[in-house]
């Protein structure tokens, strides 16, 4: 059974401070692992999909980074409007489409 | 605009009374799927269709159905709704493969 857990539940950093949150996950044969972005009443945002350990991808103030055990989600001097839920998923190349979710890591930026 | 759209937002029924949660995606996307997420559990999968007429049971179907009869419409329907079933439910789609879904806005279904 595909398994996705996120740590932390919660994060809360000061605006400029930088920090790291972690997915890790096992799964028979990854497809592909996804970051998405989840403001409070909305649906998630994608972000990122990384396919192979040792892979990175940067999106302004965000770099994702792929093991072949965890993945980080690097946030570089955040600011208050990076507040949000970010969610980590994974596919399997036995799933076809069908991501397995973690419970996502709740960062809050304080101005 | 590219979106995947549900409707109603909100609702709030009584126990029992059938209800349906309309998704549409513009995308010509072939793959749909259903989520409810609940504090503590994260995103969990009900039910998925990889193309019109077919559809699969995901990790939590009991006390739903769904029909995928048009490519770009994907309903979820509660025959029997529960106080269980009260949680925010999120439609998804995206194209077969390793490639990104896009979200719905959500529904909030409370059932008293």
């Known amino acids: 059974e595909d398994q996705v857990t996120q740590s932390p539940e919660a994060l809360r950093l000061q605006e400029g401070e930088s920090s790291s949150l972690n997915c890790s996950y096992t799964?028979?044969?990854?497809?592909?692992l996804f970051w998405y972005r989840q403001d409070p009443g909305k649906g998630p945002e994608f972000l990122f999909t990384?396919?192979?350990a040792g892979e990175e991808k940067e999106k302004e103030r965000l770099k994702a980074t792929l093991t072949k055990k965890e993945s980080f989600l690097h946030i570089t001097a955040p600011k208050p409007e990076d507040s949000a839920t970010y969610l980590c998923?994974?596919?399997?190349?036995?799933?076809?489409?069908?991501?397995?979710f973690g419970e996502g890591t709740q960062l809050t930026v304080n101005p | 605009e590219a979106q995947v759209t549900q409707n109603p937002r909100y609702l709030i029924t009584v126990t029992g009374k059938k209800l349906t949660v309309t998704c549409s995606q513009n995308?010509?996307?072939?793959?749909m799927s259903w989520y409810r997420q609940d504090p503590g559990l994260g995103l969990r999968q009900i039910y998925y269709?990889?193309?019109?007429?077919?559809?699969d049971k995901g990790d939590v179907p009991e006390g739903y159905k769904v029909s995928r009869k048009e490519k770009r419409n994907f309903p979820l329907i509660l025959e029997s709704p529960s106080p269980n079933q009260t949680s925010l439910y999120f439609c998804?789609?995206?194209?077969?493969?390793?490639?990104?879904?896009?979200f719905g806005q959500g529904t909030r279904l409370t059932v008293v």
């Open positions: 990384l396919y192979s």
């Open positions: 799964v028979s044969g990854l497809r592909g």
């Open positions: 998804a789609s995206s194209f077969l493969g390793n490639t990104e879904a896009f």
């Open positions: 998923a994974v596919q399997a190349q036995t799933s076809g489409s069908r991501l397995t």
């Open positions: 995308m010509n996307h072939e793959y």
């Open positions: 269709s990889m193309n019109v007429e077919v559809t």
